[in-house]
């Protein structure tokens, strides 16, 4: 089965916009026939994520570490769980079960897991496409950020040309890479 593996917040957010959020991509990947990959939480957006797949028919395998799951705040409704001992073995499973990556909005978590996959890809050990789906300009200041390194030559073109940050799962999802990345996929995995 084709998988996408989707970083997001654990809290919800200010308004319910971010929660809808969550829960529109959850329930459209499962509508695609795309399973999801994610952090295995329960709470926030990572749970409206999960919810949402779940009960449109969708595949969702989450990975949480140990101490988050004696926290309390794993997921058990899952198709599969996987409890790890680091965060760093969370994102190489979450890596290796995905064939692509879309981020939505979240804390520091998110912003470490995207930009690990992002270094990753720059270092050639994936080649998989990276996507931000910007909801109400979330990404503009990381973009300008982006921009800034670029600008300073702390940062090649086509690194910054591997971010691609769209505004709808849509048009995520029609970018070709993204695409390529998906059909692939398709009857690989069990």
Not at 16 to 28: C, H, I, W
Not at 99 to 105: G, Q, R, T
Request: hydrophobic share 50%; with cysteine; charged share 20%.
């Amino acid at each position: 089965m084709k998988r996408i593996c989707v970083f997001c917040g654990s809290r919800p957010g200010r308004d319910d916009t971010f929660l809808a959020l969550a829960r529109s991509v959850g329930a459209e990947l499962a509508r695609r026939g795309i399973g999801i990959v994610y952090g295995g939480g329960r709470v926030g957006m990572m749970g409206a994520l999960a919810d949402a797949a779940l009960e449109a028919g969708g595949e969702v395998i989450g990975i949480i570490p140990h101490a988050l799951e004696r926290a309390e705040v794993a997921h058990q409704g899952l198709t599969a769980l996987h409890v790890v001992i680091s965060m760093h073995e969370r994102k190489a499973m979450m890596g290796n079960l995905s064939d692509a990556f879309l981020a939505l909005p979240g804390g520091f978590g998110t912003m470490d897991e995207l930009f690990e996959a992002l270094t990753w890809q720059q270092l050639g050990y994936h080649a998989k496409p990276i996507a931000l789906l910007d909801n109400g300009d979330f990404f503009a200041p990381l973009m300008a950020l982006l921009q800034r390194m670029l600008d300073d030559d702390l940062l090649t073109i086509e690194s910054y040309g591997r971010v691609r940050l769209a505004r709808s799962l849509d048009e995520i999802l029609a970018d070709p890479e993204m695409a390529q990345a998906l059909t692939l996929a398709r009857g690989v995995r069990q």
